[in-house]
Each structure stands twice: as C-alpha cells, then as structure tokens.
C-alpha cells in the first residue's frame, strides 16, 4: 500500500502510539484523521500537525459517534488505512485483599473498551473500506493494538488480559473474514513502551522497568511502535499476524 495521500485515521489519536502512528504517518505523505475522546486535546494536537492532519472526537465504544468520526477520514478521498490504539487498562484481582469477589464492573469496563472498541474499528473501518476500488489487490488494512499482557498477563491484569488476548484471536479469523474484501488486517502486541502513563512513574521503578527488557534494555519509544504500524500497512503481504514489538521480555506474574 502506497501511503501517499492515502486517508488514514488512528484512534487514541492525540497522545502515545496513537500520535506517534500519526507523525510517521504524516511523514510518509498520508492524510490523516485523529479519533479521540473529545475532552483529548485532539483539536490542538491536529492544528499542531498541520494541513494534513484533522480530528475527530468520538468514543471509540460508542459505535455512532465512531462512525461518525470514521466517516469523517473517509471523506478525504476514500478510507484505506485504520490503525487502532485506543485502549486502557484497570487493576483488579480476581478476590481482592479481604478474599472478596472482585468487580465485574472493572471488569466489563476494560473487556468493553479494549475488546468491543477493537471489534467496533474492524467492522465500521472494513464497511467503509469495502466501497473503494481495489488498488493493486487490496481495498485497505487495519492495524490493532494488543500487548504482551495477551501472552503473559501479570497478577492485578485478569482484564486488561482477556482484552488482549481477545484481540489477538480475533486477528486470523478477521483477516480471513475480510479477505474477499481485500481488507488486511494484523496486530501489534506492544511491551513495557515509555508513554505518558508510564512518564509519571518514579525515576527508581521506570530503570527496574529497563532492566527487565531483555535487549535493548530500555522501554520502547511510542515512534517505534509508529514505524511498524506504517511497515504493516505499507507490506501487502503481512495478513493476519500479530507481531510482538517488546525488546524479547517475557513478563513475570508481577
């Protein structure tokens, strides 16, 4: 896929690997719509970037106004590329520290924002692919976010985990699903990455952090995870894979 003046849109669009998606996304001639929360400060973030840049406020769980913020990117010339970042997570633990049964509330909350938001980019990003014109075989591809935490879920991450796991099986059979539309799609299952959440942690627990990661021994840089997203839509032949970007750690239970 050639990005350039392609119209693509990235939610979680306005900070983290959503707005280092967008710059490497930029850099490679692609318009670009960024879908985040309207109390984001998306709005600036787009003006920031410039002409080609535009935002879109929507709440990636609440399918119309998703829609609405898609259709918004699939007005600059037709939809081909969706990358998808938006997600969060909620510390629980199964039974909590009195042995009581922990919240299914926190637990819906992530499994519906992390899992439901990721089915809701797949099926409103594919419908509005799917009215293009093939170029050179394919329609579009849409990328999603899972994490380590899918393959090695630490204790307190029993939801943020069945999220992630969730998004990694759904990428073969979604990738299968919309093959005849020629719509690619594929994950990215980031490690320990230094953004703006983990920016507020103490100086001691960030270089624990570090240490952990095998080779190289720091945290990921959100533009790397950019670079493999532009690499992923970009390669034709990449379908279906969900790819590790985690400096080869393999978490601990905590």
């Given at each position: ?7 693509t ?19 490679a ?33 609440d ?54 938001g ?24 849409i ?27 759904m990428?073969?059979?979604a ?24 920016a ?16 190289p021994?720091r ?18 032949y ?17």
């Amino acid at each position: 896929m050639k990005l350039e003046g392609l119209s693509t849109a990235i939610t979680g669009g306005a900070s983290g690997l959503g707005l280092a998606t967008a710059r490497r996304l930029l850099d490679a001639g692609a318009q670009v719509t960024l879908i985040d929360l309207p109390s984001s400060d998306g709005k600036q973030v787009a003006a920031d970037l410039g002409a080609a840049a535009q935002f879109a406020p929507a709440d990636v769980t609440d399918s119309e106004q998703f829609a609405e913020a898609l259709d918004a990117a699939h007005e600059r010339g037709g939809l081909r590329g969706v990358v998808h970042c938006a997600g969060a997570g909620r510390r629980m633990r199964i039974l909590d520290k009195d042995g009581k049964a922990g919240s299914v509330e926190d637990f819906e909350f992530v499994v519906k924002l992390n899992l439901v938001g990721s089915f809701n980019a797949l099926r409103l990003g594919a419908e509005r692919m799917a009215e293009l014109d093939a170029v050179d075989g394919e329609r579009g591809a849409i990328i999603m976010t899972a994490s380590v935490a899918a393959f090695e879920g630490q204790i307190g991450q029993i939801n943020y985990t069945a999220s992630k796991a969730g998004i990694v099986g759904m990428t073969v059979t979604a990738a299968r699903d919309l093959a005849s539309r020629g719509i690619r799609v594929n994950t990215i299952a980031p490690g320990i990455m230094d953004t703006p959440l983990l920016a507020r942690l103490r100086e001691d627990v960030r270089t624990a952090l570090e240490a952990s990661v095998p080779n190289p021994s720091r945290l990921g840089r959100p533009d790397e995870f950019g670079q493999l997203a532009v690499s992923m839509l970009e390669n034709g032949y990449l379908n279906g894979e969900t790819i590790r970007l985690d400096g080869a750690i393999r978490m601990a239970p905590r």
